[in-house]
Nanobody, 124 residues
């Protein structure tokens, strides 16, 4: 079992930055692929970014490409999402997810483990 805990959310003005962290406990997370998803009020959860177990594959949603960066620190068992140039439409609950097969995927159903989410609010 893997437990994922997100942190780093908060309230920021448009154009600002936040860094989300996803700390994994339980089994070592280094062999897992990791993804970030988000869900805005009244909308379905959507893919944001993903990184493969070795970091060799990284993918982004078109809406965040060039503004967000996903990375991982194997020693700390932590995955990060650096969010720059934030927009009001980035407001959502952000979730971290883990894929035990190690891949970077946009497909929500391929992730077995999920965190509880962290709120990001961007004011205009």
């Amino acid at each position: 079992q893997v437990q994922l805990v997100e942190s780093g959310g908060g309230l920021v003005q448009a154009g600002g930055s936040l860094r989300l962290s996803c700390a994994a406990s339980g089994r070592t997370f280094s062999s897992y692929g990791a993804g970030w998803f988000r869900q805005a009020p009244g909308k379905e959860r959507e893919f944001v970014a993903a990184i493969s177990w070795a970091g060799g594959t990284i993918i982004y949603a078109d809406s965040v490409k060039g503004r967000f960066t996903i990375s991982r620190d194997v020693a700390k068992n932590t995955v990060y999402l650096q969010m720059n140039s934030l927009k009001p439409e980035d407001t959502a609950v952000y979730y971290c997810a883990g894929d035990r097969h190690g891949s970077a995927t946009r497909t929500e159903s391929e992730y077995e483990y999920w965190g509880q989410g962290t709120q990001v609010t961007v004011s205009s």
